[in-house]
Nanobody, 124 residues
């Protein structure tokens, strides 16, 4: 199983980035997928997740209305479109996958598989 996040970088406040997560080694369509981040000196926190049914998507309150998760089961890819970025969005972003996640547990960090992370820095 491999998850590889990419697309991070340095962006000014108010800017946008699109993160990608490439998956391999498992039946992608059968897995719930998530994004978490860890800011410097802080605990890892939930950002957003999409259930394998593709109809259920959850976001942290801090990113609602600014971030959008999507997945392409034909390409084994997940995306995180981040708009109106703020300095508080700075951190390492990780993509995750789990086959047993149900809707009520999408936000908890006990996912089976984790990617290596991509750095997002929002600064002027």
């Amino acid at each position: 199983v491999q998850l590889q996040a990419s697309g991070g970088g340095l962006v000014q406040p108010g800017g946008s980035l699109r993160l990608s997560c490439a998956a391999s080694g498992f039946t992608f369509r059968s897995y719930a997928l998530g994004w978490f981040r860890r800011a410097p000196g802080k605990e890892r926190e939930f950002v957003g997740a999409i259930h394998r049914n593709m109809a259920t998507i959850k976001y942290a309150e801090s990113v609602k209305g600014r971030f959008t998760i999507s997945r392409d089961n034909t390409k084994n890819m997940m995306y995180l479109q981040m708009n109106d970025l703020k300095p508080d969005d700075t951190g390492v972003y990780y993509c995750t996958a789990d086959s047993r996640k149900i809707v009520s547990t999408l936000t908890t960090d006990d996912y089976d598989y984790w990617g290596q992370g991509t750095q997002v820095t929002v600064s002027s």
